[in-house]
């Protein structure tokens, strides 16, 4: 496959946003040139082709935190994946950047997520310690990049360079291992480039957190692994529940939870809009390129609540996520996946595309890439399914 520079798009979307806000007419462009669109800026371009792409549908049939079998109730990657698009709208419009950016960048934020959740990263990446490892930004970068093959002239999803770099820098400046990662982008390439990303993927990068402390809880009271009253002496979210137990006392559970939920969402919004809104002013850059050039991030959470927000991961590190019945489902999850490695590297047994890829390998890392893309690209009741195929044996989770 031959790559082309980032080619410049043609037509000019002129949009009403803040100077600081990325302009789809003044984007970096794409891998290849692309037919203008009467109807669309570069940026819905993106939203519309990780929508319609493969990736995108196998998130309902991935683990979000709670297994599939648990649930039809449970968030999975996929309402994740919704919910923090939502949030990151919001607060786009909030700060007056370009809602279509941060919409893209959100939908694409866990696309290059295994099955079982994190636990599958975790096996993942001990697997490929040999091989440079597993970082799930630089999956999602190889999957809208390399992997989608559904256009006719090229492979991926040719989305624009701000798109990609939001997706890549999803967490943050990227460190080494990363960049080590990144032998499959076309020469020249810039988006392992220094410093954050624009202001639309800090606001994907921080509804992701917003949105998965809430649901989290939900997800938890929901399984019985929390009763809201645990809640009370956590910061931030404590206050919260005090609040809706005395004014709902009598109500049922599944009601205080969601009252709690959202009134959580809520205010931790409004305190990175206000947030945002001081360290804009106090900033004051001039386009996007000013913020990516600055030695921090402008959409943070107030200083007080980002200490409050680490104290309930912690808690739910502590209590949900480490809780004896997760924990069996994650302990089984990663030896499914380790197996599943171990099997493909040593027999080659890959369906016939794939297998493929594996015999025209030039190396034993790019052998074991393959089967780490190929790994990743699974749902959970498809990883499930080739684990009985291999082992004729059915993995029980409870």
Avoid at 50 to 55: G, K, L, R, V, Y
Avoid at 144 to 173: M, Q
Avoid at 216 to 236: F, K, M, N, S, T
Avoid at 330 to 355: C, Q, T
Wanted: net charge negative; charged share 25%; hydrophobic share 40%.
């Amino acid at each position: 496959m031959t790559h082309r520079r980032f080619a410049k798009p043609i037509r000019e979307n002129k949009s009403v946003t803040a100077p600081y806000a990325s302009k789809p007419e003044q984007s970096r462009g794409r891998l290849f040139p692309t037919s203008e669109s009467p109807t669309r800026s570069e940026f819905q371009r993106d939203r519309d082709r990780i929508i319609h792409s493969t990736a995108f549908r196998r998130l309902q049939h991935k683990t979000q935190v709670f297994l599939h079998h648990e649930g039809q109730h449970f968030r999975t990657r996929l309402t994740h994946t919704l919910e923090v698009s939502q949030i990151a709208r919001s607060i786009a419009r909030a700060l007056d950047l370009n809602e279509d950016l941060a919409e893209a960048v959100a939908l694409a934020h866990d696309l290059g997520h295994p099955p079982f959740g994190h636990a599958g990263e975790r096996a993942l990446d001990r697997a490929m310690s040999d091989f440079g490892g597993f970082d799930h930004n630089v999956q999602a970068l190889r999957t809208v990049v390399l992997l989608e093959n559904r256009y006719a002239e090229h492979d991926g999803l040719n989305l624009t360079w701000e798109t990609l770099d939001g997706i890549f820098k999803h967490n943050g400046p990227v460190g080494p291992k990363a960049l080590a990662l990144l032998d499959f982008l076309p020469a020249g390439q810039t988006i392992a480039n220094k410093g954050f990303s624009s202001l639309e993927a800090q606001a994907a990068a921080i509804a992701d957190d917003i949105a998965y402390n809430s649901h989290d809880i939900d997800d938890a009271v929901r399984a019985g692994i929390l009763d809201l009253r645990q809640l009370v002496d956590v910061p931030l979210v404590g206050p919260i529940v005090g609040e809706v137990l005395a004014r709902y006392p009598g109500v049922e559970l599944a009601r205080q939870t969601h009252e709690t939920q959202r009134r959580l969402i809520t205010r931790t919004i409004e305190g990175v809009i206000a947030t945002a809104r001081t360290n804009i002013a106090e900033t004051n850059p001039a386009s996007a390129d000013a913020v990516r050039d600055l030695d921090r991030p402008l959409i943070t959470f107030p200083e007080k609540m980002a200490v409050d927000e680490k104290a309930i991961k912690q808690f739910l590190f502590a209590n949900v996520y480490r809780d004896p019945g997760v924990m069996r489902a994650v302990n089984r999850s990663e030896e499914v996946i380790e197996r599943l490695f171990d099997h493909y590297m040593r027999s080659g047994d890959l369906p016939p595309k794939w297998a493929a890829r594996l015999a025209g390998a030039a190396s034993e890392t790019q052998r074991a890439r393959h089967v780490c893309d190929f790994i990743a690209g699974m749902t959970d009741p498809y990883a499930l399914d080739e684990h009985k195929r291999l082992f004729d044996e059915i993995v029980e989770f409870r």
